[in-house]
């Protein structure tokens, strides 16, 4: 879940009291959220740089930085703001705001024109204006630090949604949102003083440490998409990086925010969390202006859409799910701590309204659970589920039992079972296996923490090894196997990838055991029911010999099925064997479990 950084203080004057760290902690709980970690800006610093503590010198004079959990479908909590906001209202320190557009005519409003050819790169865009914003340096670095939270998870790193804010008095209306060759598009990009083409911009930022990360999104794209004023000064060009020109700074007051997305759902949400949030710093507090964004094709919207729906709940819906007996008044009271308005409709019905805030309430039990944070989850009583039907049969997945079966019979052949990790570095997966990397198998972590996590394992036989490297002054022979899934990219799935589950197991010792390796893949075929049968016959199971580079030639052969091949086993390579610096020679088998289902 997302991990909110916020100014103890700040946080609390926010909140017009002063907590115990066990009070507030209390109070995230009784909210549903969680107090994760207690810092200082030093600290998280040297954490980042993998620094010393140094003994925590001068970290007493530092604000403290509260780290809290948020649910990640709760994207109105991801700033202060928000978190405050709704904390006053569980407190009953003030009543749920009302959000509403500024009164101004169509004729008045600031327009976005949208050309047809952003539908073939980024189709949408939404947008707003927050006026008489006053910031101070907090309150500004949480608005940037709210876009960046939002980026990294309802905009999926921007491929969804891309945010750019501007200061509006830089800037003259009406705007238009185009998409362009990058030859074409020249402007001075934010935090810089030279003037690039859009192409140009591209290499630029291919040593940017934060923003290479999204060049994919649009680099080999013909044309760019990029955000005009009428003066033809370049707002932004999404999902990348805003114009220098249009700049916020501690001293603007006027606001424009545009959000160009894939996604017109996602992107509304987004563009209602951020003026929602900070258009308590506005003039008018909670006042929003809207723009009308008028597409080629003659449509026309105004955004943003701050309507509240409504959703009928029955009362015995809630008290059945809760697990409480609540009285209609008693919800209604609940729910208005939650920032849910809520009144009696009917005997056995409540209409819930649903704020532009709360993106996360889909369905009746979204109602339901935050009646049951609102009551306590520790004041639920506690009682014994009686089946009101005849119990449900459940039985095992089919993979799963025979896997379970696999495992035994291993077992009862003398081998420990082990259990590494599915994520592992492009080093171990391919050149000390001594594998080619064809691009084809490996499916790749974007922006990994460490090398260690670089891509998802397409053979256990790294793990197995590892394994064994950390145990090698264990007594010999040591016999281990593993029964888990690989991963291999696949074009015909809807997600481009596919899990697969293997069985690997290895001999080590000071021999290298490829008899007993052999002896496990026979034992094993016999308790599937597969019969040995001669060379090219189909109807069981037989080997022939094979090239892989990770075993000994001529010391190796292929584990053939039904006429297809499901595995392999052999005396592994002195030099795969040195790479992962085990000194006794070994022997493996790894086969495709499915195949023999």
């Not at 290479?212 to 013909?222: D, G, Q, R, T």
């Not at 949030?277 to 003659?298: H, M, N, Q, T, W």
């Amino acid at each position: 879940m997302p991990t909110v950084g916020v100014g103890r203080d700040r946080l609390y004057a926010a909140l017009g009291k002063t907590y115990t760290q066990e009070e507030f902690e209390e109070l995230c709980f009784d909210f549903g959220i969680e107090l994760d970690d207690v810092t200082t800006e030093k600290a998280i610093i040297r954490k980042e740089k993998h620094l010393d503590d140094e003994g925590g010198k001068g970290d007493e004079d530092e604000e403290v930085i509260y780290k809290i959990e948020v649910p990640a479908n709760r994207y109105d909590l991801l700033c202060l703001e928000g978190i405050a906001q709704s904390l006053r209202v569980f407190n009953g320190q003030e009543d749920i705001p009302t959000y509403k557009l500024a009164n101004i005519s169509k004729e008045s409003m600031i327009k976005m024109h949208v050309k047809s050819e952003t539908s073939s790169i980024r189709p949408f865009v939404v947008c707003a204006v927050l006026r008489g914003v006053t910031f101070d340096e907090a309150s500004y670095n949480s608005f940037i630090d709210l876009q960046d939270k939002l980026h990294q998870n309802i905009c999926r790193r921007r491929t969804l949604v891309a945010i750019g804010t501007h200061d509006l008095d830089t800037l003259q209306a009406p705007f238009t949102y185009e998409a362009l060759p990058p030859s074409s598009i020249n402007f001075v990009p934010l935090k810089q003083v030279k003037n690039f083409r859009a192409d140009e911009l591209m290499e630029f930022y291919k040593s940017d440490l934060k923003l290479k990360k999204f060049l994919h999104i649009i680099e080999n794209s013909p044309v760019f998409p990029v955000l005009y004023d009428h003066k033809r000064t370049v707002l932004s060009l999404p999902p990348i990086i805003n114009g220098a020109h249009s700049a916020i700074t501690l001293k603007t007051k006027n606001v424009f925010v545009e959000c160009t997305a894939t996604d017109l759902t996602k992107a509304k949400i987004v563009l209602n969390t951020i003026v929602t949030a900070f258009s308590a710093y506005c003039k008018r507090k909670f006042e929003i202006e809207p723009v009308e964004v008028l597409y080629s094709d003659g449509s026309s919207h105004v955004y943003p859409d701050l309507s509240i729906y409504n959703m009928d709940v029955s009362l015995s819906y809630v008290n059945s799910y809760a697990g409480v007996s609540l009285e209609a008044k008693e919800v209604t009271g609940l729910l208005k701590r939650m920032q849910l308005h809520a009144e009696q409709s009917k005997s056995d019905n409540i209409t819930v309204s649903v704020p532009p805030t709360r993106s996360d309430i889909l369905h009746p039990c979204d109602v339901v659970e935050d009646v049951a944070i609102a009551y306590g989850f520790n004041n639920i009583p506690m009682r014994k589920h009686i089946p009101t039907s005849e119990p449900v049969s459940l039985k095992p997945l089919a993979l799963n039992e025979f896997t379970e079966l696999i495992r035994s019979e291993i077992a009862m052949n003398g081998f420990t079972e082990v259990l590494t990790f599915i994520l592992g570095s492009w080093k171990e997966n391919f050149p000390m296996l001594r594998c080619k990397d064809d691009k084809s198998k490996a499916v790749v972590i974007g922006n990994p923490r460490s090398s260690d996590c670089e891509l998802v394992r397409t053979s256990l036989m790294p793990g197995i090894l590892k394994t064994v490297n950390n145990n090698k002054d264990h007594p010999k022979p040591i016999k281990i196997f593993e029964v888990g899934d690989i991963v291999l990219l696949d074009e015909k799935t809807d997600v481009g990838a596919r899990n697969r589950c293997q069985l690997a197991a290895l001999y080590c010792g000071a021999t290298s055991g490829l008899e007993l390796i052999h002896g496990l893949v026979d034992r094993i075929m016999e308790a599937v029911g597969a019969s040995f049968v001669p060379l090219g016959d189909n109807t069981g199971y037989f080997i022939e010999t094979s090239d892989d580079p990770e075993f000994l030639p001529g010391r190796q052969a292929s584990i053939i099925y039904k006429g297809k091949r499901i595995g392999v086993f052999g005396i592994l390579h002195p030099e795969v064997l040195n790479n992962f610096d085990i000194p006794d020679p070994c022997s493996y088998v790894e086969l495709n479990v499915e195949s023999l289902l």
